[in-house]
Structures are given as structure tokens and as C-alpha cells.
């Protein structure tokens, strides 16, 4: 049977950005528990909390996993995928290879082109947000003079993407289909950046 730190992990690995309540109800302990545990997982390390705005009143606090949390879930298809992307690598030309991350991206967008229907930029962002939460992905996004920041704070490609940096086109091809504009990335964690950061220009887009 799995302790409650061990399910307090699994509950931030499926709902990253949980509030305590959320927490404490999906393992069935009281929040004043769920605090100790997350106190003790922030200390080692293992999870991290920020302010999130949420309606009307005060920001709630959210946890969610840090790199060396995620890093305490090892599974075996990391290996195979990355076995699998070094054979392809060495049997197809690199544009290839690129042009193939780029069309899977294409279709995994292209299945949500109804929920944006009719929208502007700043919806789009929100309904891109929990589209790629869905995927594992943490967005979030600000407005920045005439231009939108969007920071990934986790990436569910990271691991991989250390030893083979083609699949950054997955997030950046979901991001821009998702808008329907393009995308410029500004910083990479990949290059020693904290997260990677996307910029939007702020016009219109076609519906």
C-alpha cells in the first residue's frame, strides 16, 4: 500500500497546479496533513507552490512538481523512445525527422480546431492552457506591451528532449496551431533557461 507522501506525488503528477483541498480530498486526509507533507516535499525539493489567479478575491496557492519530482516517476518508454528517435535520426536526413515531429504536433492540434472556433488571441491562450495540461504541460501566459509571453513551466517531452532536441517542434507546433499564429521561442531550458518562453504577436487571428 502506498504512503500518503507517495500519494500525495501521484496527485500532483496527474493534476499539476492542485490547491491543498484538491489535494487533500483526492487522497482522503485532512489539508492540515496534506500542508505537513507538502512542507516536507517543498523542503527536499520535490514540489513547488506559486499564487495563481482564480475569479474574483484573493490568489490560491498551487503545488505541483518540481524537475526532481517528476524526475521520482522513471518509466521504461523513456528508453524505447529515445532507442526509437537514434535509429531514425541515423536512417532519415534531419528535415526529415523535423518535418515528422511537426506533422504529429499538426494532428494533435488539429483535433481540438472546434473549441477554438470563434475565439480571440486571449481565449485561445486560455483554452491552450488546459488543452496542454492535459498533455502534462504547465502554461502560463502574460500580456507584455503589444505581445503575449507564454512560459512552459514543465515539459512532458523534457526528458527526452535532452538527448534529442527535434521533439521542442511537438510543443511549439501544438502552441501555434492551437493560436493560429505563429510563434517565436525566446529561451529554452534545453539551453540552461529556468523554462521555455514562447512570444506571440498580438493580432488577429482567422476563425
Not at 520535490?46 to 499564487?51: F, H, N, P, R
Not at 475569479?55 to 532507442?83: A, D, I, M, N, Q
Not at 494532428?107 to 475565439?119: N, R
Not at 488543452?131 to 502574460?142: K, P, R
Request: with cysteine.
Amino acid at each position: 500500500m502506498k504512503s500518503t507522501r507517495d500519494r500525495i506525488l501521484q496527485t500532483l503528477l496527474r493534476h499539476p497546479r492542485s490547491t491543498v483541498i484538491e489535494i487533500a480530498e483526492a487522497v482522503s486526509i485532512n489539508p492540515i496533513s496534506v500542508r505537513h507533507h507538502l512542507s516536507n516535499l517543498q523542503v527536499e525539493a520535490l514540489a513547488t507552490a506559486e499564487e495563481e489567479r482564480h475569479g474574483v478575491g484573493r490568489p490560491r496557492l498551487v503545488y505541483f512538481l518540481t524537475e526532481s519530482g517528476l524526475e521520482k516517476f522513471p518509466t521504461r518508454y523513456l528508453r524505447l523512445t529515445s532507442r526509437i528517435l537514434t535509429q531514425m535520426k541515423d536512417k532519415l536526413p534531419q528535415p526529415m525527422v523535423s518535418e515528422m515531429f511537426r506533422e504529429v504536433a499538426t494532428a494533435m492540434a488539429d483535433e481540438h480546431t472546434a473549441e477554438f472556433k470563434g475565439l480571440n488571441v486571449e481565449e485561445r491562450l486560455d483554452v491552450m492552457k488546459d488543452l496542454l495540461a492535459e498533455e502534462g504541460f504547465v502554461i502560463e501566459w502574460e500580456k507584455l506591451g503589444t505581445e503575449y509571453h507564454i512560459h512552459e513551466i514543465t515539459c512532458p517531452y523534457l526528458q527526452v528532449g535532452q538527448d534529442h532536441p527535434e521533439v521542442c517542434t511537438v510543443d511549439q507546433t501544438l502552441i501555434s496551431r492551437m493560436l493560429a499564429v505563429p510563434v517565436n521561442k525566446i529561451q529554452c531550458i534545453l539551453s540552461g533557461a529556468s523554462h521555455c518562453t514562447y512570444v506571440v504577436k498580438n493580432i488577429a487571428v482567422e476563425n
